[in-house]
């Protein structure tokens, strides 16, 4: 019996969709919205440049002491979980990452592409039986299943943030945890929204000096 998952075909490109005609019309609440847009970008920016950025060194040197473990930040009216997780399966090393990790001894795994099912840790008895019981279902497409080979990617292995910490050198720990992990933040705060709207505003907007 032929088995789908081989002859799973490539994923199929998108047509690009032509611009519609430049058309103004004049729309109530739109200037707000843009400005609530600008405000948006403007401190997403200012997240992702300079305050995680910062946080995120912070919380190296507290996972090089706690060996990984996660904790609890605090900050005036502000409390926050923050965590340290293994690199998303999604996201490949680049040749520079895969250099460094492999100099240090850090287990990576290399994927060799994307089927749209989940069938990651499924053996290749598993996916023949899959296979052959999705077969005997009639009328499904011949490409119900598709394979995207350009999703050819090397990931962090589960045990990759572990050996890290096992490293005796404390730099090259601070260097290669950013490269296995990925930092998360999850703030709350108990300001009311007059001094979150202050606290923003002098953020974006600082008073100058006279």
């Known amino acids: 019996m032929t088995n789908l998952f081989t002859q799973a075909k490539a994923k ?50 507290q996972f090089m002491m706690n060996r990984g473990e996660n904790y609890k930040g605090e900050e005036g009216s502000a409390t926050a979980s923050l965590e340290l997780r293994k690199r998303a399966s999604n996201s490949g090393l680049n040749e520079a990452e895969i250099e460094i990790l492999t100099q240090y001894d850090i287990p990576m795994v290399r994927v060799e592409g994307d089927f749209k099912l ?46 890290v910490f096992k490293l005796n050198d404390q730099e090259t720990i601070r260097k290669l945890i950013p490269i296995v992990g990925i930092f998360a933040i999850k703030p709350k705060t108990s300001s009311t929204m007059n001094e979150v709207m202050e606290a923003v505003t002098e953020l974006v907007c600082p008073k100058k000096e006279k």
């Open 118 to 163: 989940n069938v990651v840790g499924l053996t290749a008895k598993k996916l023949a039986q899959v296979s052959e019981a999705i077969e005997s279902i009639r009328g499904l497409p011949e490409d119900f299943i598709t394979f995207d080979a350009s999703k050819e990617r090397t990931i962090v292995a589960d045990d990759s943030l572990a050996t």
């Open 12 to 61: 199929p490109t998108k047509t690009a969709i032509s611009k519609v005609e430049d058309i103004r019309v004049k729309t109530p609440g739109l200037e707000i919205l843009a400005q609530i847009d600008s405000l948006e970008k403007q401190l997403d920016a200012l997240k992702k440049t300079a305050l995680r950025p910062f946080i995120q060194e912070f919380m190296i040197t």
